[in-house]
C-alpha cells in the first residue's frame, strides 16, 4: 500500500515550540518523546553538521515507534566538502550505522548538494558514480540546488537507479522555486523549506495557502504514478511553524482519500486531527 508520511525538519525546538506544540513544561529532553505522538516522521537534520555517536542513534531507536520513519541527511564534510566523490569507509560507517540501528524505519538518507555543485563534466561524474556506487545498498535521496541539473538525462540517470530527487520549495535559487520530481516508484521525496529570514517559530506567521494546494496536487499525482511512500518535510520558516503547516496539509490530502499515516498532530493526543 501507499503511504504519504508528514514530518518536520527536526523535533528540537524547545523553547519555541513549547506552549505552542510541546507542553507546557516540557525539555528538550523530553521534546524526541513527545514529537513521536504527534507524528510519524521526522528529517534529522542535525547529522548534516556531525555524524552523531552510536550511542544517540540507538537512543533513537528506542524511542521511534515501530510504525515510525526517519531520514536523515548526510554529513556536509562526507558529501558537500567532497563534491560527492565520498570516502568509502567513513560514509558506509555512517550509512550502515542507521541501517542496521532503524531497519526499516529508516526512510531516506538525505544527501544535500549546495548551489555551488553545479553542473560540470567532473561534477557529472561523481554524481552518476556516487548514484551508481551507494544506491544499490541504502536508500539515498539526492538534492541539487543548480538549474543546469534540470535536465531530462539528470532524472532518468536518477530513474536507472531507482532514486528519488528531492523536490522542494528553495526560494533563494532563482528558477528552482517549487518543483516537484517523479524518478523513483519506490518513495519520492519533498521539503518545504521557505524563505530564510527571522520569523518566530511559534505561530503561522506567512500562510502558504496556494502553494500548499500545489504541493497537495503533485502528491495526489505522485501517488496515481503508483509512488510507494511519499515522505513529505516542512521547515519552520515555510510557514512559520512547521506543525500546523502539517496538520493543515494533513486535513486537506485527507479530503482527497490520501493515505496519510495516522497520528495527532499534537504530541499530549487530546486533539486528532488525522
Request: hydrophobic share 40%; with cysteine; proline share 7%.
Amino acid at each position: 500500500m501507499a503511504s504519504v508520511w508528514l514530518g518536520t525538519a527536526g523535533w528540537s525546538y524547545v523553547p519555541d515550540w513549547v506552549g505552542a506544540f510541546y507542553p507546557p513544561g516540557t525539555s528538550s529532553n523530553e521534546s524526541l518523546e513527545q514529537y513521536v505522538e504527534a507524528f510519524r516522521f521526522v528529517e534529522v537534520d542535525s547529522t548534516f553538521y556531525a555524524a552523531p555517536a552510536l550511542t544517540t542513534i540507538e537512543r533513537w531507536a528506542r524511542i521511534f515507534p515501530t510504525n515510525f520513519r526517519a531520514s536523515f541527511k548526510a554529513p556536509r564534510e562526507l558529501v558537500q566538502d567532497t563534491g560527492l566523490r565520498v570516502p568509502d569507509v567513513p560514509f558506509n560507517h555512517f550509512c550502515r550505522t542507521l541501517a542496521e540501528s532503524l531497519g526499516p524505519r529508516l526512510a531516506q538518507i538525505v544527501v544535500q548538494m549546495p548551489p555551488g555543485f553545479v553542473r560540470t563534466s567532473y561534477n557529472d561524474g561523481a554524481l552518476r558514480a556516487f548514484v551508481a556506487d551507494w544506491a544499490p545498498h541504502y536508500p539515498i535521496a539526492v538534492e541539487l540546488r543548480s538549474n543546469p541539473w534540470n535536465e531530462a538525462s539528470v532524472d532518468d540517470m536518477f530513474r536507472e537507479h531507482n532514486v528519488p530527487r528531492v523536490s522542494n520549495d528553495l526560494h533563494d535559487v532563482p528558477g528552482l522555486e517549487r518543483r516537484c520530481y517523479d524518478t523513483s516508484t519506490t518513495s519520492a521525496y519533498i521539503r518545504l523549506i521557505g524563505k530564510h529570514d527571522g520569523v518566530a517559530k511559534d505561530h503561522v506567521q506567512r500562510p502558504q495557502t496556494e502553494a500548499l494546494q500545489w504541493w497537495r496536487r503533485q502528491v495526489n499525482d505522485l501517488l496515481a504514478k503508483g509512488v510507494r511512500d511519499v515522505y513529505l518535510v516542512a521547515n519552520n520558516h515555510y510557514e512559520g511553524h512547521a506543525p500546523e503547516t502539517l496538520r493543515t496539509f494533513a486535513t486537506d490530502l485527507l479530503a482527497d482519500g490520501a493515505p496519510v499515516v495516522s497520528s495527532n498532530g499534537y504530541p499530549d493526543g487530546q486533539v486528532s486531527l488525522f
